[in-house]
């Protein structure tokens, strides 16, 4: 970036946002991000000049966001380092940045970038016109100091956008201490509201116990001893045998429909014998209606 433009650089002002949306690669990634409009701005730019826009401060693992670009002459669009930004703006500091997501010759567009990380970052515009000093200096002469207005402004408009998508936080759906017995202990959940839903179960127990998460009416059949237990371990890969102090998490299946936590002990045993069971689940609270429908099975 051309050093002459510092002066004008340290005129800017500099707004925080976080207009950004966090897509990691987990189970919730698969569903759809609306992007809806948020604050905008319109800047006139000189030749040469540079604009900070918003800052961006997305969560660990960095995020995405999203801009509408209209602008009268070319611009370059780039991310550049807040902090980096921030000590440019000293007095005498040299204007030394790292840009990503480089974008020349902008006029129109729809501008993203997936910011890497949570050290902030500040969208950047620049104005690819050329300074007419020479020009100036001539006519300011002639006319004074209100040369300037010969000078067409190079008209910028920035439409910011807010993420919108499901969020999702753990919640606990079961907490209970019980007598086990010889029978089959079963604990009908919940219907799962998208895939790859996470539950995580723990487990205490003096004897070693078998503990499987099944569809409901697997687990019924189960229960009812019309399906052989062997059999309904084969139809889930949430299973754990031998189970006396332990922690595990599975993920749902949406097209299973409700689901069952089932638990029985692994040997014979006498006298009075009690086991602990802690289920939480992550679940949508926010957005829900953006969750992606479940697939046919």
Not at 67 to 88: F, H, L
Request: proline letters at 8%; hydrophobic letters at 40%; glycine letters at 4%.
């Amino acid at each position: 970036m051309d050093p002459a433009n510092t002066s004008s650089m340290r005129n800017l002002s500099i707004f925080a946002a976080l207009l950004f949306c966090v897509l990691a690669a987990n189970s919730h990634a698969q569903n759809p991000v609306i992007w809806t409009a948020a604050n905008s701005e319109n800047i006139p730019l000189e030749p040469a000049s540079l604009h900070a826009g918003r800052v961006y401060s997305p969560a660990v693992g960095g995020g995405d966001m999203h801009v509408q670009i209209d602008s009268r002459y070319p611009v370059t669009v780039a991310m550049t380092w807040a902090d980096e930004w921030n000590a440019a703006m000293r007095p005498g500091a040299p204007a030394n940045f790292s840009f990503l997501c480089v974008k020349e010759h902008v006029t129109s567009t729809i501008y993203e970038c997936h910011l890497p990380s949570d050290r902030p970052m500040i969208i950047t515009f620049r104005d690819e016109r050329r300074p007419e000093k020479p020009v100036l200096s001539t006519i300011g002469v002639i006319l004074g100091p209100g040369a300037r207005q010969f000078i067409s402004p190079n008209s910028l408009h920035i439409q910011y956008y807010n993420c919108v998508q499901p969020e999702f936080s753990w919640r606990r759906i079961l907490n209970e201490k019980y007598e086990v017995t010889t029978a089959p202990k079963v604990y009908s959940l919940m219907t799962p509201d998208h895939d790859g839903q996470e539950l995580s179960v723990k487990i205490k127990s003096p004897i070693p116990l078998t503990v499987a998460l099944l569809p409901s009416h697997l687990a019924d059949q189960v229960y009812d001893k019309t399906v052989t237990l062997t059999d309904a371990l084969d139809q889930t890969g949430c299973k754990e045998r031998g189970v006396q102090s332990m922690s595990f998490n599975c993920t749902f299946n949406v097209a299973h429909g409700t689901q069952t936590l089932l638990i029985l002990p692994d040997i014979d045993f006498s006298g009075h014998k009690k086991a602990t069971v802690e289920v939480n689940t992550v679940e949508c609270v926010e957005h829900c209606e953006l969750l992606s429908p479940p697939a046919n099975p």
